[in-house]
């Protein structure tokens, strides 16, 4: 399944075939953070985060429906059509996973998300309805580095005959530093 933004268009396709969804583009909004654990520790005040990878990030488009008299269709139906793809299932009997297609997405480094949620709501005197769509990212980049490093971060462990890797610094450069040190530690 694709789902396309076209930003300067104000169109949002979904699906395979792509199937354009009715209404107006308003925004794109993508958003993750790091998976941080609070933990007390004795005999100190405050909290020790734990940090333990990124979260999977998540796609917010919001849209504006409204009717479309020459369609004869109304900013209900449209809200219903959507509805319909929120709650669509594969085969498989599970909900479809999308493959993006937007360069801002593509610069976060998503690839595959899932229609998470879907909110609807109406402002009073106008004839429009907003709407949120909200996607969230399937497997993500960051957890399928995180995997890689923890399997490469084992096999290394386990290898006791793997190779010495070459210092960061530069001997030259370690030189340097002796110099820097003195300075700064005179200050």
């Known amino acids: ?11 949002v396709k979904i699906g395979s075939p792509p199937e354009e969804l009715p209404g107006i ?3 794109i909004e993508i958003n993750s953070s790091l998976l941080i654990e609070n933990a007390s520790q004795q005999g100190r005040s405050g909290k020790v985060k734990i940090v333990q990878g990124w979260d999977d990030a998540a796609l917010l488009i919001t849209m504006t429906l409204l009717d479309d008299p020459g369609a004869e269709k109304t900013r ?15 085969g498989a009997g599970k909900p479809d996973v999308y493959t993006l297609n937007h360069p801002m997405i593509a610069a976060w480094g998503m690839k595959q998300v899932l229609f998470a949620s879907l909110k609807s709501s109406e402002m009073r005197k106008r004839r429009a309805l907003s709407i949120s769509i909200e996607f969230e990212e399937y497997d993500s980049a960051a957890g399928v580095i995180q995997d890689r490093q923890g399997t490469a971060a084992k096999a290394k462990k386990e290898d006791p005959y793997s190779a010495a890797k070459a210092p960061v610094v530069s001997d030259r ?5 002796g110099s820097l040190e003195q300075r700064y530690a005179s200050l």
């Open 1 to 11: 399944m694709i789902l396309s933004v076209d930003s300067d268009e104000g169109i």
């Open 25 to 27: 583009l308003e925004s």
């Open 76 to 90: 209900w139906d449209s809200l219903k059509q959507i509805a319909a793809i929120f709650k669509k299932v594969s």
């Open 173 to 177: 450069q370690r030189r340097g530093l």
